[in-house]
């Protein structure tokens, strides 16, 4: 029977750049890295990275861009790095942060494992699939760039995050990149010793995006998380028109004149929420 599993021989001038970037610490890396490591001219660094694909030995995450495959992998040859390093990478140097579903994972808001890699950035990017994993970039713009934290990943890579209030709010926004409303409701009440509630609303009405508002103070009022005098707050900014409490799901339900909001999630569904 043939043998297809490629084999993993490195040479020495492999070697050489293998070893450089373990001892940066660094696994993921551009052409440039391997002209400045190795000395050699750029046809010759890109003809050596082929070769180290070709052998299983790094992987491409986009032209330019690879990720060294770890030993422990073995003959393995398909490998897309730590998600959220990637995502870093991918994004090229641009404003961003680690946003929605996956930023609900970082901050423990979440029970099931989340299978695709949301990042908000000013930078325009198409979706793309790296060896299983997703990765999908929402665009905001730049005078959306605040409620933003450091979170270390490793001991040497720390990526850009939406703290906890600006989790909850993108959530509120964009119920779809989060699992539906009732998944941020639930990110919400796990967290709701954590969150301050104060910062939540001023980045709502930072925001000025009136479903956020709109959702925000149903939850926080329907779990007794704020309040009166913050009610009447973001009650005194909304408009006549009524939004969906969860846009994922069809245009059903009875309205709600406090809040303009069709509930096409029932109050008991997320009710029962609380003893979860």
């Known amino acids: ?106 901050h423990r808001m979440v029970t099931q494992p989340q299978f695709t890699m949301y990042t908000s950035t000013p930078k325009r990017l198409r979706a793309r699939t790296i060896h299983g994993t997703a990765f999908r970039f929402v665009f905001v713009q730049p005078e959306q760039l605040f409620g933003v934290a450091t979170h270390w990943i490793t001991k040497q890579d720390a990526v850009r995050i939406s703290d906890l209030e600006r989790t909850l709010v993108d959530g509120l926004r964009q119920p779809e990149y989060c699992g539906g409303i009732a998944e941020v409701a639930k990110g919400l009440w796990m967290r709701r010793h954590d969150l301050n509630t104060g910062r939540a609303i001023e980045y709502a009405l930072r925001l000025r995006v009136g479903s956020v508002i709109r959702r925000l103070g149903y939850l926080l009022e329907l779990y007794r998380l704020a309040p009166e005098t913050d009610s009447r707050r973001l009650r005194s900014v909304l408009t006549a028109t009524y939004s969906l409490l969860d846009p994922v799901l069809p245009s059903e339900g009875p309205r709600m004149a406090r809040w303009r909001l069709r509930l096409n999630v029932s109050p008991e569904e997320l009710e029962a929420i609380r003893s979860t």
């Open 1 to 106: 029977m043939k043998d297809n599993t490629r084999s993993k021989t490195v040479g020495p001038q492999t070697a050489l750049l293998i070893a450089a970037l373990y001892d940066r610490a660094q696994t993921i890396f551009a052409n440039s890295d391997v002209r400045a490591i190795t000395g050699l001219e750029a046809s010759s660094a890109r003809s050596l990275v082929r070769k180290a694909e070709a052998r299983g030995l790094v992987t491409r995450l986009k032209p330019g861009l690879f990720v060294l495959v770890p030993p422990e992998l073995g003959s393995a040859a398909e490998f897309s790095g730590n998600p959220y390093l990637t995502a870093r990478a991918i994004i090229d140097g641009a404003e961003y942060y680690i946003s929605h579903a996956s930023a609900m994972e970082l």
